[in-house]
């Protein structure tokens, strides 16, 4: 119940197209859902974040899509550039004490150019 | 933004040895401060969690005796690998969680990872 499921392991995009990362939850009490990004030998860093009392969030090229009731959430990047080839990582947090964030296993995405 | 820093960023050192990883955050103060370990192309994996003035809480399987954690203050965590060996080899990244006055924030903030290498 602990398991944040993410898909695809891997993903190849052309430069300008739309990456879509897939993630989904079992435990209803999370309620903090983060994206961070991970180039290789660097630590990930924050991308974007949202709480499930909104369907949508976007920030520039970053959208992520929550579906409560599926208990899914994704990330989507428009006009994906080179610059952007990295490992997503999705998580997922409960609001107390410990705050712990459960990590999805990653998404490696190419853009070519 | 927050800024979170670690020191060294990677590190070599012989089988037995112990070795000090430093988790400073930067521009603010953080309450609770997590430890990490990624292995090649994995996910993260949660060590222990460490509570400014208390002792860490360790993930199952984490040995406490290998892995040493200290938070001493509100902007500095330390992980002490003691009597490192080979398997101990891995990317170590720590992250901290901003304290604010109505409650811990959610958001953390990682640092830029250590690379040990145990010879």
């Known amino acids: 119940q602990q398991q944040v499921k993410q898909s695809p392991q891997s993903l190849i995009v052309q430069k300008g197209g739309i990456s879509i990362i897939n993630c989904a939850y079992e435990n209803t009490a999370f309620d903090y859902f983060p994206w961070y990004q991970q180039f290789p030998g660097k630590g990930p860093a924050l991308l974007i974040a949202i709480r499930p009392d909104v369907s949508e969030k976007k920030e520039g090229r970053f959208t992520i899509s929550f579906n409560k009731s599926a208990k899914q959430f994704s990330l989507h990047i428009m006009d994906s550039q080179p610059g952007d080839s990295a490992t997503y990582f999705c998580a997922a947090s409960r609001n107390g004490a410990t705050n712990k964030l459960i990590f999805g296993t990653g998404t490696l995405l190419a853009v070519q150019p | 933004g927050a800024v979170v820093s670690q020191h060294p960023s990677w590190v070599i050192c012989k089988s037995g040895t112990s070795v000090k990883i430093e988790c400073r955050s930067l521009d603010f103060q953080a309450t609770t401060m997590f430890w990490y370990r990624q292995f090649p192309k994995q996910s993260l994996m949660l060590m222990a969690t460490s509570n400014e003035g208390s002792k860490a809480t360790y993930e199952q399987g984490v040995e406490k005796d290998k892995f040493l954690i200290n938070h001493a203050s509100l902007t500095l965590s330390t992980l002490t690998v003691t009597s490192a060996h080979p398997e101990d080899s891995s990317f170590y990244i720590c992250?901290?969680?901003?304290?604010?006055?109505?409650?811990?924030?959610?958001?953390?903030?990682f640092g830029p990872g250590t690379r040990l290498t145990v010879l």
């Open positions: 992250s901290a969680r901003e304290f604010r006055l109505r409650g811990p924030a959610d958001t953390q903030y």
